[in-house]
């Protein structure tokens, strides 16, 4: 497979595991936050997200890391295999509070010089740890109804959901 995406929420693993890939199979590199986040943690308008969406995809070999769903009908009309990374919630809490305060402590320069504060991650709608929380559920119902659809039945859909999976996943990558 030439053109990938990792999904899942916050704290699954998606920028590890697709580095990884990206790696192994010597594939360019996308991340979906990068392209969308502009200053003062201002997302960029659709419009403008769409086309650098668009462009990123354009190639025939990449591997892109990141769900935003509203780029779906981009996206997915030319990938040909989805990672759905579905790991227990409690995982995926404990990793997204922990990357947080990691962030926030160490104040790392995120996409376009933004900075997670203690006040946004825990204080505000915009924190990400209520954010993952959320999306945590109404991805797990999503995924069924996509990689059974019609209209997705060019794309290889993929469940991994415990580090067991994802390490065995890497590794028939490693075979090939």
């Known amino acids: 497979m030439q053109r990938i995406n990792i999904i899942g929420t916050s704290g699954s693993g998606k920028t590890t595991v697709s580095r990884q890939i990206a790696?192994?199979?010597?594939?360019?590199?996308?991340e979906l936050?990068?392209?969308?986040?502009?200053?003062?943690?201002?997302?960029l308008d659709n419009d403008k997200f769409f086309l650098k969406v668009q462009k990123a995809v354009s190639t025939d070999h990449w591997v892109l890391d990141g769900t935003y769903s509203r780029t779906r009908?981009?996206?997915?009309?030319?990938?040909?295999?989805?990672?759905?990374?579905?790991l227990p919630l409690l995982v995926v809490f404990y990793r997204v509070l922990r990357r947080t305060l990691f962030r926030i402590f160490t104040r790392e320069?995120?996409?376009?010089?933004?900075?997670?504060?203690?006040?946004?991650?825990?204080?505000t709608?915009?924190?990400?740890?209520?954010?993952?929380?959320?999306?945590?559920?109404r991805k797990r119902k999503e995924y069924p109804i996509f990689s059974k659809s019609p209209e997705y039945s060019h794309i290889k859909f993929v469940r991994l959901c415990s580090e067991r999976e994802i390490k065995n996943f890497l590794?028939?990558?490693?075979s090939k």
């Open 109 to 123: 320069i995120l996409w376009a010089g933004n900075r997670e504060t203690l006040w946004r991650a825990f204080f």
């Open 23 to 30: 790696k192994r199979l010597n594939l360019p590199y996308i």
């Open 33 to 43: 936050e990068e392209l969308c986040w502009q200053g003062n943690w201002t997302e």
């Open 73 to 86: 009908h981009i996206k997915w009309k030319r990938v040909q295999m989805v990672i759905y990374l579905d």
């Open 125 to 137: 709608n915009d924190s990400i740890i209520l954010w993952s929380i959320k999306a945590f559920f």
């Open 171 to 174: 590794t028939s990558l490693y």
